[in-house]
Nanobody
Framework: QVQLVESGGGLVQAGGSLRLSCAAS????????MGWYRQAPGKQRELVAT???????NYADSVKGRFTISRGNAKNTVYLQMNSLKPEDTAVYYC???????????WGQGTQVTVSS
């Protein structure tokens, strides 16, 4: 089992930057994939970015070139650097992990990101 705790959300003006962090604890050596998802009011949760244990990354088209996902040296932390933020990036951002043999149903509590115009 893995526990995920996010931090770093907040209020920022359009064009600004924020960095989200997610710290994993528990069976971190079983983590295959870590990622960020977001859910805006009235919308479904959507993929933002993922990073595999080998370092490969994947991004939603809407954030390519603006957001960067990375992992810490200890491999139990994942970051989301968000630049050139837009009002449409406003959402609750959730950290997610996929574990070998246990699936991808590991979520953090979420952190609010609000971008004002």
């Amino acid at each position: 089992q893995v526990q995920l705790v996010e931090s770093g959300g907040g209020l920022v003006q359009a064009g600004g930057s924020l960095r989200l962090s997610c710290a994993a604890s528990g069976s971190i050596f079983s983590i295959d994939v870590m990622g960020w998802y977001r859910q805006a009011p009235g919308k479904q949760r959507e993929l933002v970015a993922t990073i595999l244990s080998g370092g490969s990354t994947n991004y939603a088209d809407s954030v390519k070139g603006r957001f960067t996902i990375s992992r810490g040296n200890a491999k139990n932390t994942v970051y989301l650097q968000m630049n050139s933020l837009k009002p449409e990036d406003t959402a609750v951002y959730y950290c997610n992990a996929c574990l070998t043999g246990f699936g991808c149903n590991y979520w953090g509590q979420g952190t609010q990101v609000t971008v004002s115009s």
